[in-house]
């Protein structure tokens, strides 16, 4: 039997740090004599009420180290959860959306997706824009840990792997999960703050040079603007670029920088096969855009590596008329944001470390085929990879296909034409960001969407921050017994 107060209390902790959050929005808007302070104070007493609740009612079940199966319940209680508290400001102050985009656009703050379903960024109060760009931040800094300390203890996808490299933080390791939490806070804050400055030294005002950064470095997508970076292409582009990739590469990498060693971050195979597939998408598509049309070189250049970083990177910025790209850039888009970025960050996909194991196994089987007596185990970085992880890799990568097509399939039934809804569900499933598809073209926003299918975009949105596996393994009747 699954001891539920652990979650619940951890959880009631979660919700009274958003509600600290919420009155940093606040306090914006009331120092601008703005009245949608008021909502967005309520919202923060609402939730920091019924956080403290629940804590207080659930402290004494926190024991020892959480087991596997609170470790599965307390991530999906997380993101599924947190949502509905941080919908509270978009509900009761401007832009009053109802529940369904409310938890829509909190949801993809909180897993870093940047899709939205509001138009009008420009004219919106300062601390609502600021709240998105809180709830990228959180969401990334959450992801990092999920992803540095859950998942590999989880055995999702194939991330068990990461064991071997000794962060396995459950158990009697915790006093090392305080220490590796409080590194990556300093590394994180301190890549918004600079990323923050850099912003503000090319022109951008105080909100835009904030909310970008911690957009960026989340690699969540959220902008203050509807135009995106279009508002400053040039350097701005340049710029959005280097701290969205940044903020898409592996996260522990920075805290061993951080301890003196940058060996790592250079010799890791997944890192440099990122910049290659990165290199090669942003080069293919800046020669082809290029040939195609009338632009100089310089811009087609520029266009092409915001985009493709955005993509890749599953961010969700973009610039110039990307979204209206077509053909052979349409493609390379779709694939590089189905790869995505490097395990073990805030970017989405299934990952460059996934689709180096994929290749590799697709590599030994071939040569099965050819030499069947010769015995050729699967190794990466010079580590054999064990049957499990591959097992759990190959379950993983044909789920997240199978959901792709099963998804697209349910929301064609909604009344969504077929290209929208593939690259919606793309969007969301890679936690990627961007729209393609007549839908989308009058605004660049999911708006246009009937509820139904923003409902599957929501949950699209979910599977892929969690890994597809966490969230199924759920409606098991075996995992609570």
């Not at 990556?184 to 918004?192: E, F, K, R, W």
């Not at 082809?288 to 493709?308: H, K, Q, V, Y």
């Not at 990568?397 to 929301?411: C, D």
């Amino acid at each position: 039997m699954v001891d539920f107060r652990p979650t619940a209390y951890v959880f009631g902790r979660i919700l009274i740090v958003l509600a600290i959050l919420m009155l940093a929005p606040a306090i914006v808007d009331w120092s601008a004599g703005n009245a949608n302070a008021v909502p967005i104070f309520f919202s923060a007493g609402i939730t920091g009420g019924v956080g403290g609740l629940i804590a207080l009612a659930s402290v004494n079940g926190l024991k020892g180290a959480f087991d596997i199966r609170q470790a599965y319940l307390l991530t999906a209680v997380i993101w599924f959860g947190v949502p509905v508290f941080g919908a509270l400001p978009f509900m009761l102050g401007v832009p009053r959306l109802h529940f369904t985009e409310a938890y829509f656009e909190a949801v993809s703050g909180i897993t870093t997706t940047g899709a939205t379903v509001i138009y009008g960024l420009d004219s919106m109060p300062a601390g609502m824009n600021l709240w998105r760009g809180l709830l990228n931040a959180a969401g990334g800094l959450g992801i990092a840990f999920v992803a540095m300390i859950f998942l590999p203890v989880m055995r999702v996808g194939g991330m068990q792997f990461f064991r071997t490299e000794g962060f396995d933080t459950f158990g009697k390791a915790v006093p090392r999960a305080t220490d590796l939490a409080k590194q990556l806070l300093g590394v994180y804050l301190g890549l918004i703050v600079i990323a923050a400055l850099t912003f503000a030294a090319i022109g951008m005002n105080a909100l835009d040079a904030t909310v970008h950064a911690m957009a960026a470095i989340a690699t969540g997508g959220f902008s203050p603007r509807d135009a995106s970076f279009n508002e400053y292409a040039g350097a701005g582009e340049y710029l959005g670029a280097l701290f969205m990739f940044l903020g898409s590469l592996p996260y522990v990498r920075y805290v061993q920088m951080m301890n003196g060693d940058t060996r790592p971050l250079w010799r890791d195979s997944q890192v440099r096969a990122y910049v290659k597939v990165l290199g090669l998408a942003v080069g293919t598509v800046t020669l082809w855009r290029w040939w195609t049309s009338d632009m100089g070189f310089e811009d087609t250049f520029r266009e092409a590596l915001f985009n493709m970083t955005s993509i890749m990177s599953s961010t969700g910025f973009f610039s110039g008329s990307f979204p209206v790209w077509g053909g052979y850039m349409l493609v390379v888009a779709f694939l590089v944001g189905m790869i995505g970025a490097c395990s073990g960050s805030s970017a989405a996909g299934l990952t460059i470390f996934r689709a180096q194991l994929v290749w590799a196994a697709l590599i030994q089987h071939v040569r099965r085929i050819i030499l069947p007596g010769r015995v050729a185990p699967v190794k990466y970085e010079g580590r054999t990879v064990e049957q499990d992880v591959l097992d759990a890799l190959i379950l993983y990568v044909s789920g997240f296909v199978l959901t792709l097509g099963v998804l697209t399939v349910a929301m064609t039934l909604t009344g969504v034409d077929i290209t929208s809804s593939l690259f919606a569900v793309w969007t969301a499933l890679g936690n990627i960001g961007y729209g393609f598809g007549p839908l989308v073209e009058r605004t660049g926003t999911f708006v246009d969407f009937p509820d139904a299918a923003k409902w599957i975009m929501t949950l699209s949105m979910l599977l892929g921050r969690l890994g597809l596996l966490a969230i199924f393994v759920l409606v098991l009747p075996s995992f609570w017994r």
